[in-house]
C-alpha cells in the first residue's frame, strides 16, 4: 500500500505518520501482515469492477467506518487510479446514506425490541 508521502497537508501527514508503526507491526507479524496485503493487492486490483470502482468503494467504507488511516489510503488509491472528484463525491453520498440510513432501520427495531422485553408490543 504505497502512497505518496510529499509532505503537502494533514493527509500525508497522517500517512507519514503510521509508516514507522506499520513496518513494526510488519516485523512483528510478517506472514500475517503478508496475507493482508495479497487480500488488499488482490481486492482492489481490476477485474469486473475497475481499481478505480473498487478505490471508491473502500473509500466510501472508510468514511463509514471513520478510518482516516484508511481514508488517506483510499483517497489516494482513488487518485492514482484516475478517479474524479464528482466520482468521489457522489461515492461519499452513498457513504453518508449508509452511515445514517442503518440508523433508519435499526432505530424501529430496537423501539420494537424494546416493547417486546418492556411488554409493550404496542404504543
Given at each position: 500500500?504505497?502512497v ?35 487480500l ?44 474524479g ?31 417486546e ?7
Amino acid at each position: 500500500m504505497s502512497v505518496d508521502t510529499a509532505p503537502s497537508g494533514p493527509a500525508h501527514e497522517l500517512v507519514e505518520s503510521l509508516r514507522q508503526p506499520t513496518r513494526d507491526l510488519r516485523r512483528a507479524i510478517p506472514d500475517t501482515w503478508q496475507g493482508f496485503t495479497h487480500l488488499h493487492r488482490n481486492a482492489v486490483a481490476d477485474g469486473a469492477l475497475s481499481g478505480r470502482v473498487k478505490e471508491l468503494i473502500a473509500l466510501a467504507l472508510a468514511v463509514a467506518e471513520g478510518c482516516e488511516g484508511c481514508i488517506a489510503y483510499h483517497a489516494a488509491g482513488a487518485a492514482r487510479q484516475g478517479a474524479g472528484e464528482d466520482e468521489v463525491a457522489e461515492a461519499l453520498g452513498v457513504a453518508l446514506l449508509m452511515r445514517g440510513g442503518p440508523a433508519s432501520v435499526h432505530g424501529p427495531l430496537a423501539l420494537a425490541t424494546f416493547r417486546e422485553f418492556a411488554g409493550t408490543d404496542t404504543p
